[in-house]
């Protein structure tokens, strides 16, 4: 295999605390090595004085493959039209779309920009064989799904008729049956209710057929998980989002780690795309950022993460979440396509295309919330800038992201064609916060590499790390990024080399080599007489619910592309 | 192509509906195309016995078309109402359709106006029309597989691969590889497992002077590789009844080619796609149908007949919320009475190619907005009004519909206006709405095409980016208008299904088929590659029609030499790759 030695580098590697450090990256069968191990004649010498050098970057929420994209790249032939790029044989495939664009495009722009793992935050358990058809078909960039499970019968059964124990253990199965990293609440227990009344409901609202509240869902789910010791505990949209006031929902979130039993450190529960989740205010009039307040809770919260679901004004946008109730709200708003799926006993989908329009009241003060909660709580290893692609805006927008949060400039630049009334009522014109790469580097590769629990081999370019490297065009000793923050998206935009597992993909912002990742799934051990006793329980119950076999809804192995399991040892086994 | 004459003697018109019966489904799987059987099943016309009584027709007719006129066998049927006809989905009734599609990309196949007399003539056989529409050869070399009795086996929860219900709960027993029993699958499934080996093609052939030589496979692929490596334009066509894996690899090859990828949705559910496209959808899988569902409508779709386990998978059993049969209203809305209008609580008749009014006033009738026509679409006011009422009062409804929508009138504005109704329903109650695939993995076809080309199909190449203009880039109108200069026909039979026309085209260039069995299109091929069934001999995946995806088991192995459809295809784009100096 190649020998690779990336020379000079300016090197951010917050997991090895290093800061911009001048320094070489050597690189052997696809891992990172002593520069020792590397036999300077035989590899290649990539010269990499003046630039930035990161591992590859990782995405912990971007919608890319599932059936709801699916349905989303149906309902918007319009997305597609103007985004073409014929494809060049045999090094790339042709590419399509911008809010809903093909696999070919979704590697090949994650991989132009630098990121090298993408996580599909939300698939139905039925449904999830087409979710990894389609993450099998990405090119280039590993991957890994998280399995929703809030509004699942055999779930809820569970936790209100049988112990924790089992409750784990049925999780444990799930996510080994569908090859799935972790687990996934969407407006927990509301998608019930959508499937039997046509509405969401409330944390403390009972569920119906249940004698169950989300937060009761929320606490079960976080012990289960503990139980499991999952790396991602739980990834939790929270319920009432995109209504106004939704940001006290919000923070009784975030206490619910309070009454979970904690048997790990770290974050007992992560908050996803937390600016639709932000909003103070009891009207869209009267609408105000929740951020400050979400941010004090974080000070005081250390078991809670979040990413932001950024809003990027000005771009269209492809709503699609598996908070059905919620997506049937905006259709009303919207008037235009609306797409929705029931899904079995499990889940349900919407889908709904919008626009963030710069000058708009509402749009402004979402755009304000996730720039607020990142900048006033400045916990670079708590907080990931996320779009929540496609719904606050597409992933391709990231680099004017970052330019937002190292850049006050970049931020005044972009106000002044913003809601001027809503960025009066905002706390964020007043924040001189600025990030630097080195907190960049935390947020996308440190942070959610181990917020994942893949920090020995992503995230970090020390020895034994996957060699996913991604080598930017800029100097910050010579660019003053806070200043010049249209270098860093560039930049950014277009990485200069990226290398995935030893191999060079991208070279000077194009792809000129199409490979495929791997799958991450977890596997969590539980002891053999509980696993008896679970599959007893899920015979009866596919029986009774399902409209297929249990047979069938197991997805083996090989039918991945490329799996890793990620084996777990569990407290049930101690 | 001859100017008909317009017959003499009556000056009235009939309409034409043609569909699926399980009969047909039942002998092409048993016997194929080229068998008395599926003759005897498909060469035929229903009419009402007045009708009959009337132009003195007893035993045979002659049907004439703008296109062509064929004649054909009998059956009285009382399911008819005056005026209409009907003739099984295939080459007589192809012969008789017309070429536009109205830019939908699908012929029209139902609410055909034709003439119909009492003949004296011989009934038009197959050769005759496959002469006709200008066939290579009409030679087939059937060859039964030789099955051996041996080890004894059950296979549990296999999969069946024939129609878009995807029944998983399939025991299948084994002697050797013969397969001996098929329980839970329908009476269709039951003849596709157990006469999967006959009537097969086993070896690979290529025409040479007109007439089909057995070669060795590389020799095949090598003719096969050249063909499309010398189009310009090349279409690849079928892939509804093979995996999605197979779907992935012939839109790679559509790509390398810069040729054009179409499935047979475009002959079915095509325009569903396109409605969707316009307004969304509003969809659920099976398991919320049986637990919520206390309202279920078939609207335009026989699957007593078409997907034989439908109902009692559905409709019958017990769920959750709605206890089985009894908990539930059952509506069907078709234009005759079929077998599944038989079972239902309320039967509502439409008159052929209407829907789109009955839509409007159903839509018109949820909002309380007065209809001042007696009867729409031949249906009596208090009727529509009635089942409004019921529509907005189930506490969760769905509607599963069919060709019968999607093919007739308007289209896909029929699809429109019925996904915008449930649309609306869903601000009284819950309300969804499923398409019924035909093919078992054409609904995967779609989710392929959209996952790599952002299209559900129809999707062309010529640029070297994926491009989807329907009524240009989709097959019949691209083989209608011959703009394709060769054709690579995966698992299914266009010339079965394309009108005259198309099929005429489809004479005029090189033809490539891959499949299991004797299709009617082998007699246009210019090479044919055996292949495994998928789902029997050959495991991938598919997706029923409320999408969700099964992984379809092989039971068998295929025989020997014979590749699977994913493997013939992967090295078919090493050839081709290698012939264009694109390496691996
Ligand atoms: S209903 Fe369809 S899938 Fe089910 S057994 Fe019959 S043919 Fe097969
Ligand atoms: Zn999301």
Same mark, same amino acid.
């Given at each position: ?258 009454? %979970? ?107 304000? %919330? ?205 | ?584």
């Amino acid at each position: 295999m190649t020998q690779i030695l990336i020379k000079n580098g300016i090197v951010f590697d917050p997991i090895n605390g290093i800061n911009g450090e001048v320094m070489d990256i050597a690189i052997k069968n696809g891992k990172i090595v002593e520069s020792t191990e590397i036999d300077e004649s035989k590899a290649m010498i990539i010269d990499a004085r003046g630039k930035v050098v990161m591992a590859g970057g990782i995405d912990i929420h971007s919608h890319i493959a599932g059936p709801k994209v699916n349905v989303g790249r149906l309902l918007r032939p319009e997305d597609h039209y103007l985004t073409n790029k014929p494809h060049v044989l045999p090094h790339r495939r042709a590419e399509t779309g911008l809010t809903v664009p093909n696999v070919f495009r979704f590697g090949y722009e994650y991989a132009r920009m630098g990121y090298t793992f993408v996580v599909e935050p939300a698939t139905p358990p039925i449904k999830t064989r087409h979710t990894h058809e389609e993450l099998n078909a990405i090119p280039i960039i590993d991957k890994a799904a998280f399995v929703l499970v809030d509004s699942n019968w055999i779930a809820l059964d569970l936790i209100s008729e049988a112990s924790t124990e089992l409750l784990a253990a049925y999780f444990a199965w799930l996510l080994s049956s569908t090859k799935t990293l972790a687990l996934k609440l969407v407006d927990p227990g509301s998608d019930v209710a959508w499937l039997i009344k046509g509405k969401g409901i409330d944390l403390d609202d009972q569920i119906p057929g249940y004698d169950l509240t989300p937060r009761d869902i929320i606490r079960e789910i976080g012990n289960a998980s503990q139980l499991l010791r999952l790396p991602h505990k739980m990834h939790v949209h929270c319920n009432r989002l995109g209504y106004p006031g939704n940001y006290l929902t919000t923070l009784k979130t975030m206490d619910i780690v309070r009454e %979970i039993k904690r048997v790990d450190d770290g974050p007992a529960l992560h908050i996803t795309h937390v600016q639709f989740t932000g909003y103070k205010g009891d009207s869209w009039t009267t609408l105000r950022s929740g951020g400050e307040d979400i941010a004090e809770a974080m000070s005081r919260n250390p078991y809670v993460s979040l990413d932001l679901g950024q809003v990027i004004p000005g771009r269209p946008a492809t709503t699609m979440t598996a908070d059905a109730p919620f997506e049937f709200v905006l259709y009303h708003l919207t008037r235009w396509k609306w797409a929705s799926a029931d899904t079995e006993v499990e889940t349900a989908a919407g889908i709904v295309p919008y626009v963030y329009r710069k000058r708009n009241y509402v749009n402004t003060i979402q755009w304000v %919330i996730g720039l607020e909660v990142a900048l006033i709580s400045r916990d670079p290893w708590r907080i990931i800038p996320t779009t929540d692609h496609p719904n606050a805006g597409p992933f391709t927008d990231y680099p004017k992201m970052f330019a937002w949060l190292l850049s006050k400039k970049a931020r005044e630049d972009d106000m002044r064609d913003m809601s001027q009334l809503a960025l009066k009522r905002s706390a964020l014109p007043s924040i001189n916060t600025e990030f630097t790469l080195y907190d960049l580097a935390v947020m996308t590769r440190a942070a959610p590499a181990k917020l994942l629990g893949l920090e020995k081999r992503k995230g970090h370019l020390g020895v034994g790390a996957d060699a996913d490297v991604a080598i930017y065009d800029i100097d910050p000793r010579e660019v003053e990024i806070s200043k010049n923050y249209k270098k860093l998206i560039q930049a950014f935009k277009r990485t200069w080399l990226v290398i995935k597992d030893g191999v060079i993909v991208v070279k000077e912002g194009e792809v000129v080599k199409t490979i495929y990742g791997r799958t991450y799934y977890a596997e969590p051990v539980i002891p053999s007489d509980l696993e008896k006793e679970v599959k007893r329980v899920l015979e009866k119950k596919f029986k009774e619910y399902y409209s297929i076999t249990l047979d069938s809804f197991i997805i083996n192995e090989e039918e991945i592309r490329n799996p890793v399991k990620i084996k777990i040892s569990t407290q049930l086994t101690r | 192509m001859s100017a008909f004459q317009h017959p003499l003697g009556t000056n009235r018109f009939f309409v034409l509906n043609t569909g699926r019966t399980t009969m047909q489904a039942i002998s092409m799987e048993s016997e194929t195309k080229w068998s008395t059987r599926y003759f005897n099943s498909v060469a035929i016309l229903e009419m009402n016995p007045e009708d009959a009584k009337e132009l003195g027709v007893k035993d045979r007719a002659k049907v004439t078309s703008d296109y062509g006129s064929v004649v054909l066998p009998v059956k009285i049927s009382k399911r008819l109402p005056r005026g209409e006809i009907f003739i099984p989905m295939g080459p007589w009734a192809n012969f008789l359709i017309g070429p536009d599609t109205d830019g939908t990309g699908m012929p029209t196949l139902k609410g055909i106006k034709v003439r119909v007399e009492a003949t004296t003539e011989q009934p038009t056989t197959l050769e005759q029309l496959l002469k006709q529409l200008g066939a290579k050869g009409l030679e087939v070399y059937m060859e039964d597989l030789e099955v051996k009795p041996g080890e004894k086996k059950v296979v549990e929860n296999v999969v069946c691969s024939f129609c878009g219900d995807l029944c998983d709960h399939l025991k299948i027993e084994l002697d050797g590889n013969r397969i001996i029993r098929n329980v839970g699958g329908c009476a269709i499934s039951v003849s596709k497992f157990l006469n999967y080996h006959r009537h097969r093609v086993l070896k690979p052939y290529i025409r040479k002077n007109g007439r089909l030589i057995p070669v060795d496979l590389e020799e095949a692929l090598d003719k096969a590789a050249d063909i499309l490596v010398k189009a310009k334009y090349p279409l690849i066509f079928g892939l509804s009844s093979t995996c999605v894996e197979a779907n992935e690899y012939a839109i790679e090859l559509a790509e390398i080619l810069n040729g054009v990828v179409d499935n047979t949705s475009v002959f079915c559910h095509g325009p569903t796609a396109l409605a969707v496209q316009e307004v969304g959808a509003v969809r659920y899988t099976f398991a919320v149908a049986i637990h919520l569902a206390d309202l279920v409508i078939f609207w335009g779709c026989n699957p007593a007949e078409a997907h034989p386990n439908h109902i009692a998978r559905i409709v019958m059993r017990k769920g959750k919320y709605v206890k089985g049969r009894k908990e539930r209203k059952v509506v069907v809305i078709d234009v005759r009475k079929t077998p599944t209008a038989e079972l239902a609580d309320l039967y509502i008749q439409l008159e052929p190619g209407r829907d789109l009014e009955f839509i409007t006033a159903l839509r018109m009738a949820i909002r309380d907005l007065e209809i001042e026509a007696p009867k729409v679409a031949g249906v009596p006011r208090e009727k529509v009004l009635e089942l409004a009422e019921m529509m907005k009062s189930a506490r969760y409804g769905v509607i599963f519909f069919g060709l019968g929508v999607t093919m007739t009138g308007a289209k896909y504005r029929n699809i429109v206006g019925v996904i915008r109704l449930v649309q609306e329903l869903n601000e009284w109650t819950k309300f969804g709405l499923l398409p019924m695939r035909g093919h078992f993995n054409v609904a995967g076809a779609n989710e392929v095409s959209l996952w790599i080309t952002c299209y559900p199909f129809a999707t062309d190449y010529a640029r070297k980016f994926s491009r989807m203009a329907i009524g240009v880039t989709s097959a019949t109108d691209l083989l209608a208008s011959g703009d394709v200069d060769a054709l690579l026909v995966i698992a299914s039979d266009p010339v079965a299904h394309f009108p005259r026309k198309a099929v005429e085209n489809i004479s005029k260039i090189p033809v490539i088929v891959v499949d299991a069995k004797w299709s009617l299109t082998t007699a246009f091929a210019d090479v044919i590659i055996p292949a495994g069934f998928v789902g029997i001999e050959c495991s991938g995946s598919a997706y029923r029609m409320d999408g969700v995806p099964l992984r379809m088991k092989k039971v068998v192995d295929p025989p020997s030499g014979v590749l699977c459809d994913v493997d013939i295809l992967k090295k078919l784009i090493d050839k081709v790759k290698a012939r264009m100096g694109l390496g691996r």
